[in-house]
């Protein structure tokens, strides 16, 4: 059975988005979520669909989502979602192993 599992940092940074979208427009967070869902349901399905981040991290992989990029790893079984970040952030930087 294919699935997708959100990961803890993927779960706060979905927080964050709702948050400004509860402050913004919830009209607008709605379309964004219902969006989100269905982009995970075709990472089920097409788990290789994504672009690759292999630069930042072997396995890495990245699907782009109304300015946002939904990154995400290949698992056996379906994909993790590790992380929804803007697509203006500096993606390295945020990966980056600490010390």
């Given at each position: 059975m294919?699935?997708?599992v959100i990961n803890i940092l993927a779960s706060r940074d979905l927080t964050e988005?709702?948050?400004?979208?509860?402050?913004?427009?919830?009209e607008a967070g709605e379309r964004f979520f219902r969006e989100f869902n269905r982009k995970c349901q075709q990472l089920?399905?097409?788990?290789?669909?994504g672009q690759s981040y292999a630069q930042i991290r072997p396995g890495f992989r990245g699907l782009?989502?109304?300015?946002y990029i939904i990154f995400y790893r290949v698992l056996d079984d379906g994909v993790e979602i590790l992380?929804?970040?803007s697509g203006r952030r500096n993606?390295?930087?945020l990966f980056e192993e600490p010390n």
């Open positions: 294919s699935r997708y988005i709702a948050d400004y979208f509860a402050e913004n427009s919830l089920v399905a097409f788990p290789n669909s782009s989502l109304d300015g992380r929804v970040i993606f390295p930087s």
